[in-house]
């Protein structure tokens, strides 16, 4: 490891702390990868290319991998809640210092944000100063910096004290503008009065961000629910037992959805913290729908990390009688049961069995059902989701007739079509249908890119393996460029 840090080279610490014995066996590149927040393509890029020289990047890796500090090449900060005045640049090999010193990072703050109570050191450099607007707000006195914020407008509606204390994530800061910024604000001046109209507007908001996530994508929408969600935490324990109640039931609705956010960011540590958060929540506000459905969403997540035994444990759990659920929810939990004994291997009649019993679900729901929890499971979420299973079940080509018939109705948000196209294209892959998966997998990717889905990416990754003995083939390559850009 020693040996690693001293060639300044990040890729290279990676590989050496993969590979390590003390393990007891070599971790997969896919593995470390979600525990930095990459994708196994832009880990196995970091370990064999360039240096990477980004200082943000290199101190969120290094206190992932919990670094000693007086073993890097480049210094961390130390948590104050005092401002920095300018960030520490990356200091490059001494043989490579001509190339580097172009790409160093330009001179910026630390911006302090509150997280579980301690204060975090937050890197922004000087041209997202300059573009946000932040430079005004804080004093950064860096002369291209502040000339370009006095171009802006004061930044009056952010208070920097309610940001610190309400306890921001600080995955969610970076790359955030001034809009995301004043839509935090926003949320934290609207609970200063929490009564029942304003439970009303938190519901109101939550059900619009739900609604934009579709379109927008989860880095747009995270910074709008981190909102809310500070504020009802912040301020639940002023309110009368009544409204605490009906405010953290709105919130552990929040949560849920705020670790599904994470989830499609492919952040899984962040995932189950809000997911726990939800539960927590629903077990206070008597919820008991909340709570099973939150063991639903753990196993779906349990199926992002390809645990078929924990997937299918918790889906049964989540069946359990006690928890109420809406007859649309059972419906949801039936299926993902059928999706875990299909990774299990179960037989096809037994599989096919527990699809129809979920379509029989679906059928039976009255049209206005009075609780709207899991409102976005249709027929043709039902059908998508009865691919996923067929190709699990090894009978992929039965998957793409259905993804193909339901896409083709329109219908799904651009995300969501994203990423049922990256599943139509592993199911062509898989059944030998090299061209026409790197065609459709090209749309997918596209799309991720511009909702900044990373589970999409993570399944066109998967599918990329898959082509990999077609990779001669012009589609292929095309597709393998789309996908690396």
């Known amino acids: 490891m020693r040996e690693a840090l001293s060639s300044w080279h990040m890729g290279q610490v990676f590989y050496a702390y993969r590979t390590h014995p003390w393990h007891g066996r070599v971790l997969s590149q896919e593995a470390m990868a979600v525990w930095l927040g990459l994708n196994q393509a832009q880990l196995s890029r970091i370990e064999s290319g360039k240096p990477p020289q980004d200082l943000s990047k290199l101190m969120r890796w290094a206190h992932s991998l919990r670094i000693p500090a007086d073993l890097l090449w480049f210094k961390l900060p130390r948590p104050t809640q005092e401002v920095s005045t300018e960030a520490v640049p990356v200091v490059p090999p001494p043989e490579e210092t001509s190339s580097a010193q172009k790409e160093a990072p330009q001179v910026g ?17 000087a041209e997202t100063l300059a573009a946000s607007g932040l430079g005004t707000l804080l004093g950064h006195s860096a002369d291209s910096t502040a000339t370009d914020a006095r171009k802006r407008d004061p930044m009056s509606p952010i208070n920097r004290r309610d940001l610190l204390r309400t306890g921001v994530a600080a995955a969610a800061l970076p790359g955030l ?4 910024l004043e839509h935090i604000a926003a949320a ?9 109209p304003v439970v009303g507007y938190f519901r109101r908001q939550l059900e619009k961000a739900k609604h934009d996530d579709g379109a927008l994508g989860p880095k747009k929408t995270l910074p709008v629910m981190l909102g809310l969600l500070g504020a009802i935490g912040g301020h639940a324990r002023d309110v009368t037992p009544r409204v605490r109640r009906e405010l953290l039931a709105v919130g552990a609705e929040g949560a849920e959805f705020t670790g599904w956010l994470y989830r499609d960011i492919q952040q899984p540590q962040a995932a189950v913290f809000w997911y726990d958060r939800a539960m927590e929540w629903a077990q206070e506000a ?32 989540a069946s359990n009688a006690r928890w109420q659920l809406p ?13 875990g004994r299909a990774m299990l291997g179960d037989p096809l009649d037994v599989v096919r069995g527990k699809l129809d019993t979920a379509q029989n679900l679906l059928a039976s729901v009255p049209e206005e059902e009075p609780n709207s929890l899991g409102a976005y499971f249709t027929g043709h979420t039902r059908l998508l989701r009865d691919a996923i299973t067929y190709t699990e079940a090894g009978k ?3 998957a793409v007739d259905l993804f193909s018939d339901v896409l083709s109705m329109g219908g799904l948000s651009r995300r969501d079509t994203g990423f049922f196209n990256a599943r139509r294209a592993a199911a062509l892959a898989l059944s030998g249908e090299p061209d026409e998966a790197a065609k459709v997998g090209k749309e997918s990717a596209e799309v991720a890119r511009e909702v900044k889905s990373e589970r999409t990416v993570h399944v066109l990754g998967e599918v990329l393996l898959t082509l990999d003995r077609w990779r001669s083939r012009p589609a292929v390559r095309e597709f393998c460029e789309s996908l690396t850009a």
């Open 327 to 339: 007859v649309r929810v059972r419906a949801e939990v039936t299926q993902q049961e059928a999706l």
């Open 396 to 398: 992929p080509s039965l």
């Open 286 to 317: 008597d919820n008991a729908a909340m709570q099973g459905y939150v063991l639903l969403k753990k196993s779906q997540m349990a199926y992002d990390e390809r645990d078929a035994l924990r997937m299918l444990t918790l889906a049964e759990a």
């Open 109 to 125: 703050v630390m911006l302090p944000v509150v997280i579980h109570g301690r204060a975090v050191l937050v890197p922004v450099n």
């Open 177 to 180: 503008g001034l809009d995301e």
């Open 188 to 196: 934290l001046d609207d609970a200063r009065y929490l009564d029942g």
